[in-house]
T-cell receptor, first 116, second 113 residues
Framework: GAVVSQHPSWVICKSGTSVKIECRSL??????MFWYRQFPKQSLMLMAT?????????EQGVEKDKFLINHASLTLSTLTVTSAHPEDSSFYIC????????????FGQGTRLTVV | GENVEQHPSTLSVQEGDSAVIKCTYS??????FPWYKQELGKRPQLIID?????GEKKDQRIAVTLNKTAKHFSLHITETQPEDSAVYFC????????????FGKGTKLSVIP
């Protein structure tokens, strides 16, 4: 099956700093990628939809200036958590469908972010 | 937008018994319904899925049923094993041209040896 690679798998950063998370589709081109946040014992909450070559679409309540998304190529989307605070600590995970017709979503490994 | 409700939130069964998890969805245009298994700290893994033109699908000990009229779908796991213990998420994908999955809140399944 298709492979989506996410990096880093975990990161610890100081409050106020920025962290970049990468999501790559390894064997297919992904015009769309999704970024989710998952708090402990909770479901995957969609944060934003990353669209190659255009602006990301953010879900209600997600600050676009805080969670910067860049989808500059058909195989790479990045999520940058700017000015991170302890409440941003969470599990961030990306997914990419191969196409709208191919409905299976392929998930990255996830990134455990801890802000201290 | 789509709304997916999942029940129960936790489920404990004895090894060898069956487990059933139920989900409802709100968007009648949704046409794809996957189930994911997620172990702690890991990515969700697709375990089975069903499309809106099918009422039931089975893969060994796992089966999914879909009732389009009632807008609900269920996951059935038979002969449960301790390794089935995990969090299970249902999801629904919108109609033609939609990429987006909406997830249920998850069910923590514990299989007691």
């Amino acid at each position: 099956g298709a492979v989506v690679s996410q990096h880093p798998s975990w990161v610890i950063c100081k409050s106020g700093t920025s962290v970049k998370i990468e999501c790559r589709s390894l064997d297919f081109q992904a015009t769309t990628m999704f970024w989710y946040r998952q708090f402990p014992k909770q479901s995957l909450m969609l944060m934003a939809t990353s669209n190659e070559g255009s602006k990301a679409t953010y879900e209600q309540g997600v600050e676009k200036d805080k969670f910067l998304i860049n989808h500059a190529s058909l195989t790479l989307s990045t999520l940058t958590v700017t000015s991170a605070h302890p409440e941003d600590s969470s599990f961030y995970i990306c997914s990419a469908p191969r196409s709208a017709a191919n409905t299976e979503a392929f998930f990255g490994q996830g990134t455990r972010l801890t802000v201290v | 937008g789509e709304n997916v409700e999942q029940h129960p939130s936790t489920l404990s069964v004895q090894e060898g018994d069956s487990a059933v998890i139920k989900c409802t969805y709100s968007d009648s245009a949704s046409n794809y319904f996957p189930w994911y298994k997620q172990e702690l700290g890991k990515r969700p893994q697709l375990i089975i899925d069903i499309r809106s033109n099918v009422g039931e699908k089975k893969d060994q000990r796992i089966a999914v049923t879909l009732n389009k009229t009632a807008k609900h779908f269920s996951l059935h796991i038979t002969e449960t094993q301790p390794e089935d213990s995990a969090v299970y998420f249902c999801a629904a994908k919108g109609g033609a041209g939609s990429y987006q999955l909406t997830f249920g809140k998850g069910t923590k399944l514990s299989v007691i040896p």
